[in-house]
């Protein structure tokens, strides 16, 4: 199962992670670059690609992921890209435990706090918080709910919308507004600094750790 959701998660980020990387420039303020939850490493590796000067990269995931991650030299996004392997490496731990959790001035969560409950998210953001090297740049690549929430607005975000009552009903996760994202982010800590729309149905939401 974990594999299955690793390889589905790449083919989203082997799709989208060309226009998330060229549409970002504030990757490039960003001497250590560490990809929570990253997989396989496939918007890793296209940021690494469009974004030359930064010369230290992680994916972080889980210790199991990062085994299979690591080890498996098909599909291999760093390899295709000519990315050198002196740039980026595999660190197995746990976003929740801030003890193995990378000290970068840069973080990116694609797809991460939308599969948690309010509280996980902040406890997952304040790890950050507790060990990025100031100052930091956290980009959280999510679909957001637009507001208001009007007629229109659903019509138009029917899928978000319905894949936000399937996860509302397990509890653990939910789509949300950029509002609901910005409390997280202050509970948190963190700073918001600025919503980037890139022509896709996510949005990258960059903040700061001062």
């Known amino acids: 199962m974990m594999v299955a ?43 690494l690609s469009s974004h030359r000067n930064i010369v230290n990269s992680i994916v972080f995931d889980l210790p199991s992921t990062i085994n299979h991650a690591s080890s498996s030299m098909d599909d291999n996004d760093f390899e295709r890209l000519g990315i050198s392997p002196s740039r ?3 660190v197995g731990g746990d976003i929740f435990d801030p003890n193995t959790v990378p000290k970068a001035d840069g973080y990116l969560l694609k797809y991460i ?9 902040i406890k997952a953001l304040k790890s950050l918080y507790k060990v990025a090297l100031r100052p930091a ?12 929430i009007t007629s229109e607005v659903v019509r138009r975000q029917w899928t978000v919308y ?6 509302l009903g397990t509890d653990e996760g939910r789509e949300r507004t950029l509002q609901q994202y910005v409390d997280l982010l202050q509970k948190a800590g ?3 600094f600025k919503l980037h729309e890139i022509g896709l149905d996510e949005r990258v939401i960059e903040s700061y750790i001062d």
């Open 137 to 148: 740049r956290i980009f959280i690549i999510e679909l957001v709910l637009d507001e208001p």
């Open 190 to 192: 963190l700073t918001f």
């Open 88 to 90: 980026y490496r595999f």
């Open 5 to 47: 959701f690793a390889s589905i998660m790449s083919t989203i980020s082997y799709n989208t992670g060309p226009v998330i990387a060229k549409a970002i420039d504030a990757f490039s303020r960003c001497t250590m670059l560490v990809d929570v939850g990253g997989s396989r490493g496939t918007l890793l590796a296209n940021i």
């Open 162 to 167: 319905a894949e936000d009552f399937i996860m």
């Open 113 to 121: 706090l939308h599969n948690m409950n309010d509280e996980n998210a």
